[in-house]
T-cell receptor
Framework: GEDVEQSLFLSVRGGDSSVINCTYT??????LYWYKQEPGAGLQLLTY?????DMKQDQRLTVLLNKKDKHLSLRIADTQTGDSAIYFC????????????FGTGTKLQVIP | NAGVTQTPKFRVLKTGQSMTLLCAQD?????MYWYRQDPGMGLRLIHY???????AKGEVPDGYNVSRLKKQNFLLGLESAAPSQTSVYFC???????????????FGPGTRLTVT
């Protein structure tokens, strides 16, 4: 099937780097996204990368895309307690209504 | 700008009861979506709408109906609630097209529904 998969849980110490991984199956994906969900809230777009890019950096966030292996990662440098949340990988496929498929979400726990 | 709002925030239903969840957005977005979020399963699309008066089925539409009579509102109905519909429901909206092609979806805060 056309899935987006992530590990369910990641625990890191404050100040360390976090790396959240995602694999997707649809080679027609045009954009890949990372959404963040804080406790009790809806999802919010954190960052995104276009499919013809390999890397995108935005302050503490680095997104790496390996199209050959259909692998996406999000690195958070100097992880802080405020980064504790669920992170969803998502991809946009070609289609008339902007079909976006979300992964299962990775819960990031930051230990002070 | 309130963004995307959802009503109610919490609800408990008995099996067989019906209810309607209301989603409203003030960003003039053409597209609106209803998702459900379940542990370990991520977000699954229930129904979506590409404009006023039009709706379509998503990945898990059974047991739900929707209506989009006004551009800013998207209603999700459960005609006969079942325990399997216990979930957190999120509404989202997006523009039909953007100059950068990013198509960000804007989410509401969610409705936590329990069916006993």
């Amino acid at each position: 099937g056309e899935d987006v998969e992530q590990s369910l849980f990641l625990s890191v110490r404050g100040g360390d780097s976090s790396v959240i991984n995602c694999t997707y199956t649809d080679s027609s994906s045009t954009y890949l996204y990372w959404y963040k969900q804080e406790p009790g809230a809806g999802l919010q777009l954190l960052t995104y990368i276009f499919s013809n890019m390999d890397m995108k950096q935005d302050q503490r966030l680095t997104v790496l895309l390996n199209k050959k292996d259909k692998h996406l990662s999000l690195r958070i440098a100097d992880t802080q307690t405020g980064d504790s949340a669920i992170y969803f990988c998502a991809d946009k496929r070609t289609g008339g209504y902007q079909k976006v498929t979300f992964g299962t979400g990775t819960k990031l726990q930051v230990i002070p | 700008n309130a963004g995307v709002t959802q009503t109610p925030k919490f609800r408990v239903l008995k099996t067989g009861q019906s209810m309607t969840l209301l989603c409203a957005q003030d960003m003039n977005h053409e597209y609106m979506y209803w998702y459900r979020q379940d542990p370990g399963m991520g977000l699954r699309l229930i129904h979506y709408s590409v404009g006023e008066g039009t709706t379509a089925k998503g990945e898990v539409p059974d047991g739900y109906n929707v209506s989009r009579l006004k551009k800013q509102n998207f209603l999700l109905g459960l005609e006969s609630a079942a325990p399997s519909q216990t979930s957190v429901y999120f509404c989202a909206s997006s523009y039909r097209g953007t100059a950068d092609g990013v198509y960000e979806q804007y989410f509401g805060p969610g409705t936590r529904l329990t069916v006993t």
